[in-house]
């Protein structure tokens, strides 16, 4: 048989999640919410394109930053918006973002340069990009309004389509107050410029009021992980929201035995029995994509039982206590995360990382169904 090890993923809970953001813009704007990039970089933040595609089918546009991902949405038969979030790289890319309808961020003199040489069958739809303090991608404030006119005028000579305004936020889960400074900065530096805008990622979506602020515009949302079931914020479960988890990672008991007091589990033997114990080993490990720092007692799920893992996480296996559960076997399931098991973020942060992390870091070795 296969090794019992697997990822499921939801597409429901994926549909369900990007209706629950729906349902949060509505309550800022009634009437008039923003509408809606779904986010699927990172080939779907690991859940794979073509799950996040059947999960978001009721999106009003897709995001990401693959162009043969794009392509590929395109062939799949998205008719919608795609948006490719780091714009295009090469002049030769220009004929297939024309060819497939494909949006483009515009962040950086380069691509300006590139777009005014260039002679595309059909105009290419914009966003141009202001750095309003993330320090990533983007013109510096005093050089947008040069940027954007630029843009423009690459508009009135028919080789862009609609030209739009964009930012990001470096800080919207954990600092409202530098968010504000950041959402001043793209008001001011935008102002009386025609076209729609986009600012909010996934924490800026979910905050109460804050695209309510931007009512009366034209306005894109950009929400990624939050439509996988995980949270941007690091004190708000994503339950909280009525997200639900798209992604359940899943193997099972391959071994069983007892630890005598004082002997050690796994290598570094980083953990030694303080009495004896029952230990069981799972069918899962770093090269898996569950990450190799994770400490003892990293939350995990066995036979229902919630348990912690113990010792050091091996290439193939890791180790669990199941003192909890005196009755489980080879063979008894466990879940790392997901549906009836500990969340992704749980894991994360006992792990000194973000759910974003392990939900990209799953390999391709392990087996995925789609539900």
């Excluded at 991902?69 to 714009?87: D, F, K, S, Y």
């Excluded at 000579?157 to 800080?171: I, N």
Aim: hydrophobic share 45%; glycine share 10%.
């Amino acid at each position: 048989m296969p090794r019992p090890i697997l990822a499921t993923i939801d597409t429901n809970a994926l549909a369900h999640n990007l209706q629950t953001v729906v349902q949060r813009l509505a309550q800022d704007q009634p009437d008039k919410s923003p509408l809606i990039w779904a986010v699927m970089k990172s080939h779907g933040y690991g859940h794979g394109i073509a799950a996040a595609l059947r999960g978001f089918s009721h999106a009003d546009g897709l995001a990401m930053l693959d162009l043969d991902e794009a392509v590929h949405c395109r062939e799949q038969g998205w008719t919608g918006p795609i948006l490719l979030l780091e714009g295009f790289f090469e002049p030769a890319d220009l004929d297939i973002l024309s060819q497939y309808r494909l949006s483009t961020t515009i962040h950086c003199v380069e691509q300006l340069d590139m777009l005014e040489a260039s002679l595309v069958r059909a105009p290419i739809d914009a966003m141009v990009k202001l750095n309003s303090g993330m320090h990533r991608l983007g013109f510096q404030p005093g050089e947008y309004r040069d940027a954007y006119a630029r843009a423009l005028a690459l508009q009135a000579g028919g080789v862009l389509g609609t030209v739009g305004k964009m930012t990001h936020f470096a800080r919207a889960d954990d600092d409202a107050a530098l968010t504000q400074a950041q959402l001043a900065c793209f008001l001011d530096v935008t102002q009386d410029l025609p076209g729609a805008i986009s600012v909010c990622n996934s924490a800026a979506t979910l905050t109460p009021g804050l695209a309510a602020g931007l009512a009366g515009q034209d306005q894109w949302v950009r929400p990624g992980i939050c439509l996988y079931g995980a949270s941007p914020f690091a004190d708000q479960p994503a339950d909280t929201f009525g997200l639900r988890p798209a992604m359940t990672l899943s193997a099972q008991l391959i071994s069983t035995h007892r630890v005598p007091a004082g002997e050690a589990i796994g290598y570094g033997q980083q953990f030694r029995a303080p009495h004896p114990m029952r230990v069981g080993i799972v069918a899962c490990g770093y090269a898996d994509g569950y990450p190799r720092h994770a400490v003892t007692g990293t939350p995990i799920t066995v036979d229902g039982v919630r348990t912690r893992l113990v010792g050091r996480v091996s290439m193939d296996m890791l180790a669990v206590d199941l003192d909890p559960i005196p009755a489980a076997g080879v063979g008894a399931p466990v879940v790392l995360w997901g549906q009836g098991g500990p969340s992704v973020d749980e894991v994360a942060q006992a792990c000194g990382t973000i759910g974003y992390e392990l939900l990209c870091a799953v390999t391709p070795r392990v087996p995925r169904r789609e539900l």
